[in-house]
């Protein structure tokens, strides 16, 4: 049976960025405005991009000094912000920028031994246009032509009269987008009206229309080279990001359409035709996408994505002539971040180097003009003038085949000189890579030695978790009105022993509570709830008393309820036991304390803790060290500490009863979008769950003294993941709102510290989870957590196992003696008289089950042949055996006929001579 797809020469596809030192710096990029057109552009000898230190200036580098970090050349090129920048295809020095002051200039940028010598004036000044201009394309193959989009039209305009030659106003909003087929023969648009464009411009009135995006927020548009197919970029109604691809010769429908989730950025396609292969980037994102087009199903194929350190402002593709050939560079993007331009080589990995691929490398265009603009306006056309990139004297390598593609394995023995071998074009050094395939084309001739690798592979118990869900009879299903815009430190759902607790929708502040240990239905009208006139902050339950909860809210009160036996009935009006209302502002935070009964934790907008003794009924202690929005608070298993991570990025621990001022402050996360801490490890570590600086979500561990000592990415998504940590098995899981997975990692108090297990794929979407006390699982299925996952339309119970061969015992590997977090072992009034008691703990071995490390072991079955354990045989008796059997098989049995015994033979006068 044959595969699905046609197998690529691309698909191991590898990104090789930079070093640091070997970028452009110094860049300040904050300031560049939105705009359609693009902020970078490349040539075979210049870098260029919009300057933000300056209004209305470009930088000028050259293309062989960008990675030794020699100071850009500024170009005074308008008045106001430059929109769009590109270098002419057949000449390298000659650069067109657009601005907002509604001109085109055209600038010749000599290069003298290496220096840039910028002009003071441009060679031509076009001032044709009836607002600023958002485009800027030169014709990809008639000199002299300038494409430009200003506004409700298009321009095409003949630099030696300086003109408009075509113009193209068929246009009822905003032009967007532009793009010219590789011929130069058609042009494709899209505009605000949500429409896309096909356009003959020596024949205006011969356009063909599609519907394009949904939304009119922004789009783009790039030909697929001299193939009649084209991309599209937007967004659907809903705001999620999309790709199309189009057939210009039936826009009725889009051939491949394929979505890529929500964010601001409109996603900007680069397109390599010799290869086929496509970038999407957009301003803000922190990664790169690589795909391949193809004109047959499945049309778009996803090569890899590569994360970067910073947000990108822009990209370009530089041209295929300055590719390092010897190391497979296929494709080099500059890219423009917050304060640098970083060149990215992607390169085929290969076994034979320094050779010239004739696969990997068609004929690419010869950056010549193939005929004048006159030519072209009076209807000429002419093919793509090519050329090879072979610059080497040695024999084309003929077309690898898989087999001859490095392995990992293979990768991971290069040799000192692999690793240190060098790109003569660049002459930039590159970060030695951490998976250990071969280093990227941008390397150092100086030698470092390869990295060694343990081969040893973490061992873990709890390697391999098992999700099961339970059956819909114990589901709780009709959930309806949920609560979907509780703040970003509220944990959204609450389970104990008998309850659980919900946020519903509406300005008066219903908490839902409904039985926790059954499964049964909804009623369609009103839910049994609580009423808090106003909005919910945060809610928790009592550890220590499973009817007890406590809810703060917007008009700064905490609200203590109990929950009448017999459960919260739909329509009937219950009142708080008790109202604290000592706080000023709102309530963003509401803890329990882990071993003191009736010691509760409220936390307020402008920054203040309070303290409370819930017997007395009165504040005990107010702390108010903080300068910025307090994020997340928990308090150490001991009881004795509490840390706090606010909106300053800083981790903040302390002992309330000793100084309001921290004991110690340490840096947090990159991110100020959320977090959440937790203490771990009998409380030597603590670890934070957050963003990085790419906004991706991540996992931090910090020792006593708030020293990063280990930090995991682990994808990028906007929501917080709210951790659950086990004491009993050192084991964190992590969700988030919209998540359909839990990440599941083992704590450890030695490197490396976090150690991935089995992430749960729960297969569905939830808003959160929430986990009961450990005396609730069922150590007889050998299930280590249970937890309920709050959804759209139900509440639905899960276990989480450890698959074992003797399930029959009781695992006591698995299960040391738990802590009973939910008896308290003081009270407020002891704790805060200065006592500390640890919680007891108690084993949850069954009366009836046996201990696995105490069961017999059993026998092993007897060999079936006693020679697999019998003494070792000497020389003797080994040459004995194999003589016996050769007779053995040599003998004749008395009365039996071989095959060939009743054959005649020739008499020997039938011989011939």
């Known amino acids: 049976m044959s595969s699905l797809t046609k197998p690529s020469k691309f698909k191991n596809i590898s990104a090789r960025i930079s070093k640091k030192e070997n970028?452009?710096?110094?860049?300040?990029?904050?300031?560049?405005?939105?705009?359609s057109g693009s902020l970078l552009s490349s040539s075979c000898s210049f870098v260029a991009f919009t300057n933000g230190i300056r209004n209305g200036t470009v930088g000028v580098v050259g293309i062989d000094s960008i990675n030794q970090s020699t100071e850009f050349s500024v170009l005074c090129c308008h008045s106001d912000f430059v929109t769009d920048l590109q270098f002419c295809p057949y000449d390298q020095s000659t650069l067109a920028t657009g601005s907002y002051d509604c001109s085109v200039k055209i600038w010749k940028i000599p290069s003298n031994d290496g220096s840039i010598t910028l002009p003071d004036s441009p060679s031509v000044h076009l001032n044709c246009f009836s607002g600023r201009v958002e485009r800027v394309l030169w014709h990809p193959l008639a000199s002299g032509l300038v494409t430009c989009a200003s506004q409700k039209e298009i321009s095409i305009v003949d630099i030696e009269t300086q003109q408009s030659a075509i113009q193209l106003t068929d246009f009822v909003d905003v032009v967007q987008s532009i793009s010219w087929k590789a011929d130069g023969s058609l042009l494709v648009s899209s505009s605000k009206d949500m429409k896309l464009r096909v356009h003959d411009p020596r024949a205006p009135s011969d356009v063909q229309e599609a519907a394009g995006h949904a939304s009119s927020k922004d789009s783009r548009v790039l030909w697929c080279g001299e193939t009649d197919y084209f991309l599209s970029s937007g967004f659907d109604r809903s705001l999620q990001r999309d790709i199309m691809l189009w057939d210009a010769r039936n826009l009725s429908k889009s051939v491949k359409k394929e979505s890529f989730g929500t964010s601001s950025g409109v996603l900007v396609p680069y397109y390599d035709c010799d290869t086929g292969i496509c970038f999407l980037a957009a301003k803000g994102d922190a990664s790169i996408s690589c795909f391949e087009i193809s004109a047959a199903s499945p049309f778009l194929i996803q090569n890899s994505t590569q994360p970067l350190e910073e947000q990108l402002k822009g990209c370009c593709l530089a041209p295929k002539r300055v590719m390092d050939v010897t190391q497979c560079e296929v494709n080099r993007l500059f890219v423009l971040t917050q304060g640098s331009v970083t060149p990215i080589s992607y390169c085929v990995p290969r076994k034979a180097t320094n050779e010239f691929h004739a696969d990997l490398y068609p004929d690419t265009y010869a950056g010549d003009a193939a005929l004048t603009g006159q030519e072209w306006l009076e209807g000429g056309s002419k093919p793509v003038p090519k050329c090879s990139i072979n610059r080497q004297e040695k024999r084309p390598v003929e077309k690898q085949t898989s087999r001859s593609e490095p392995t990992a394995a293979a990768q991971t023995t290069a040799t000192t000189k692999d690793v240190a071998r060098s790109n003569s074009q660049n002459g930039a050094t590159t970060e030695e890579p951490k998976n250990g395939t071969a280093p990227n084309g941008m390397a150092?001739?100086?030698?470092?030695?390869?990295?060694?690798?343990?081969?040893?592979?973490?061992?873990?118990?709890?390697?391999?978790?098992?999700?099961?869900?339970?059956?819909?009879?114990?589901?709780?299903?009709?959930?309806?009105?949920?609560?979907?815009?509780?703040?970003?430190?509220?944990?959204?759902?609450?389970?104990?022993?008998?309850?659980?607790?919900?946020?519903?929708?509406?300005?008066?502040?219903?908490?839902?509570?409904?039985?926790?240990?059954?499964?049964?239905?909804?009623?369609?009208?009103?839910?049994?709830?609580?009423?808090?006139?106003?909005?919910?902050?945060?809610?928790?339950?009592?550890?220590?008393?499973?009817?007890?909860?406590?809810?703060?809210?917007?008009?700064?009160?905490?609200?203590?309820?109990?929950?009448?036996?017999?459960?919260?009935?739909?329509?009937?009006?219950?009142?708080?036991?008790?109202?604290?209302?000592?706080?000023?502002?709102?309530?963003?935070?509401?803890?329990?304390?882990?071993?003191?009964?009736?010691?509760?934790?409220?936390?307020?907008?402008?920054?203040?803790?309070?303290?409370?003794?819930?017997?007395?009924?009165?504040?005990?202690?107010?702390?108010q060290s903080h300068t910025e929005e307090i994020l997340t608070f928990n308090w150490s298993l001991n009881g004795k500490y509490f840390a706090t991570y606010s909106k300053d990025k800083l981790i903040r621990t302390f002992d309330p009863r000793q100084s309001e001022a921290p004991l110690k402050e340490g840096p947090g996360s990159d991110g100020i979008r959320g977090a959440r801490l937790t203490w771990v490890l009998q409380d030597r570590f603590l670890l934070v769950s957050g963003?990085?600086?790419?906004?991706?979500?991540?996992?931090?561990?910090?020792?006593?003294?708030?020293?990063?000592?280990?930090?995991?990415?682990?994808?990028?998504?906007?929501?917080?993941?709210?951790?659950?940590?086990?004491?009993?098995?050192?084991?964190?899981?992590?969700?988030?709102?919209?998540?359909?997975?839990?990440?599941?990692?083992?704590?450890?108090?030695?490197?490396?510290?976090?150690?991935?297990?089995?992430?749960?794929?729960?297969?569905?979407?939830?808003?959160?989870?929430?986990?009961?006390?450990?005396?609730?699982?069922?150590?007889?299925?050998?299930?280590?957590?249970?937890?309920?996952?709050?959804?759209?339309?139900?509440?639905?119970?899960?276990?989480?196992?450890?698959?074992?061969?003797?399930?029959?015992?009781?695992?006591?590997?698995?299960?040391?003696?738990?802590?009973?977090?939910w008896q308290s072992a003081l009270t407020a009034e002891e704790w805060f008289e200065g006592g500390d008691r640890l919680l007891d703990a108690m084993s949850l071995r069954p009366a009836d089950m046996q201990l696995a490390s105490t069961a017999p072991v059993v026998q092993t079955k007897e060999k079936k042949y006693a020679s697999y354990n019998s003494r070792e045989k000497d020389d003797a008796e080994r040459k004995k055996e194999l003589m016996d059997a050769m007779v053995n098989r040599a003998t004749v049995f008395e009365g039996e006929t071989q095959e060939h015994g009743d054959n005649e033979g020739v008499d020997s006068d039938e011989w011939g001579d």
């Open 691 to 821: 963003f990085s600086k790419t906004s991706n979500r991540c996992l931090m561990l910090y020792d006593d003294q708030l020293n990063l000592v280990a930090s995991e990415d682990i994808d990028t998504s906007p929501s917080i993941l709210i951790p659950f940590y086990d004491r009993d098995t050192s084991i964190v899981y992590l969700t988030g709102k919209g998540d359909r997975i839990i990440f599941c990692y083992e704590i450890l108090d030695e490197k490396p510290h976090l150690f991935a297990l089995t992430h749960q794929n729960t297969g569905g979407l939830h808003q959160a989870v929430a986990y009961f006390p450990k005396c609730e699982c069922n150590v007889t299925k050998i299930e280590i957590a249970r937890g309920v996952r709050l959804m759209q339309d139900k509440i639905e119970p899960f276990g989480v196992t450890v698959p074992r061969a003797k399930a029959e015992y009781f695992q006591d590997d698995l299960f040391p003696d738990t802590v009973v977090t």
């Open 444 to 623: 150092s001739p100086v030698e470092r030695p390869v990295a060694t690798y343990r081969l040893a592979v973490q061992h873990s118990k709890f390697r391999h978790l098992l999700y099961t869900a339970y059956s819909r009879d114990r589901m709780i299903t009709n959930v309806h009105n949920l609560g979907k815009t509780l703040p970003g430190q509220c944990d959204i759902f609450h389970v104990n022993r008998k309850w659980c607790a919900f946020a519903l929708t509406g300005g008066a502040g219903l908490i839902c509570i409904i039985e926790s240990n059954r499964g049964f239905r909804l009623p369609d009208g009103v839910l049994p709830s609580v009423q808090n006139s106003c909005a919910v902050a945060d809610f928790v339950w009592n550890p220590f008393d499973d009817n007890e909860l406590a809810v703060g809210c917007d008009d700064g009160v905490v609200r203590i309820w109990r929950v009448p036996e017999g459960g919260v009935k739909a329509g009937c009006e219950l009142e708080p036991a008790m109202l604290l209302k000592n706080h000023k502002d709102r309530i963003v935070m509401v803890r329990y304390h882990p071993t003191a009964a009736s010691l509760l934790v409220s936390i307020a907008a402008n920054w203040e803790i309070k303290l409370w003794d819930l017997d007395r009924e009165e504040e005990k202690m107010a702390i």
């Open 23 to 35: 970028r452009l710096r110094n860049i300040d990029s904050n300031r560049l405005l939105q705009t």
